[in-house]
C-alpha cells in the first residue's frame, strides 16, 4: 500500500538520505510503501528490500482505480516501512508494466521475494480478493496487474 508522507519515521530518514545525496535536494519523495495489510507480511517483505532479496512488488490496476491512486512514477522515490509503519530505507521506481494476471512469470514472483510463482499468486488472489471486496469487486484470471519494479538505493 502506497500513502502519503504523513508519517514522522518516513519525513526523517528522507531528510537524511537528502542530506547525505546532496544531488537529490529539493525532491521530495512520492510516500510510504508498506507490503500488504498485516504486520508480519510489512515486516517481512521490507526485510527481503533491506537485504536486496526484492526488487518488485505489484498493484491491481482497478484497486488503483477504486482508490483513485495513479500509475507509479518512473524515477519517483518511497520509504518502505514496516508493519508499524517504521521507516527502513528509500527505493526508487525504475519502471513498471501492465500485465494481465494470467501472464505474470516466475521471474517477476522471485523479485518480489517469493519461492514460487503458485505462492506469488496465492498471496496476491487473496490479497486482491481483500482488497477489491471493499469496492464491490473481485479478482478475474484476466485483470491488469501493476508490476512495478525498483531499487534499494539508501537504507
Known amino acids: 500500500m502506497h500513502t ?6 518516513a519525513r526523517n530518514l528522507w531528510e537524511t538520505f537528502v542530506e547525505a545525496h546532496p544531488e537529490f ?7 510510504t510503501l508498506q507490503f ?8 517481512r517483505h521490507a526485510s527481503l528490500v533491506l537485504n536486496h532479496g526484492k ?18 512514477k518512473t524515477g519517483s522515490f518511497l520509504i518502505v516501512v514496516d ?14 508494466t501492465l500485465k494481465p494476471w494470467y501472464s505474470i512469470t516466475a521471474d517477476h514472483s522471485r523479485r ?14 487473496d490479497y486482491f480478493s481483500e482488497e477489491l ?3 464491490g469487486r473481485s479478482p478475474q484470471e484476466s485483470m491488469i496487474i501493476v508490476c512495478v ?6 537504507g
Not at 502519503?4 to 519515521?9: G, I, L, V
Not at 500488504?36 to 515486516?43: I, L, P, S, V
Not at 521507516?87 to 525504475?94: D, E, H, R, S, Y
Request: glycine share 10%; proline share 1%.
Open 4 to 9: 502519503t508522507m504523513e508519517n514522522r519515521s
Open 25 to 31: 535536494a529539493g525532491l521530495e519523495a512520492e510516500g
Open 36 to 43: 500488504f495489510e498485516n504486520e508480519q507480511d510489512a515486516d
Open 55 to 72: 526488487t518488485a512488488t505489484s498493484y491491481s490496476l482497478v484497486g488503483l482505480q477504486c482508490r483513485q491512486e495513479s500509475l507509479p
Open 83 to 96: 508493519g508499524r509503519g517504521s521507516a527502513q530505507c528509500v527505493v526508487q521506481i525504475t519502471g513498471f
Open 112 to 125: 518480489e521475494g517469493f519461492s514460487s510463482l503458485e505462492e506469488w499468486k496465492k498471496t496476491y488472489w
Open 133 to 135: 471486496a471493499h469496492h
Open 149 to 154: 519494479n525498483f531499487e534499494k538505493i539508501y
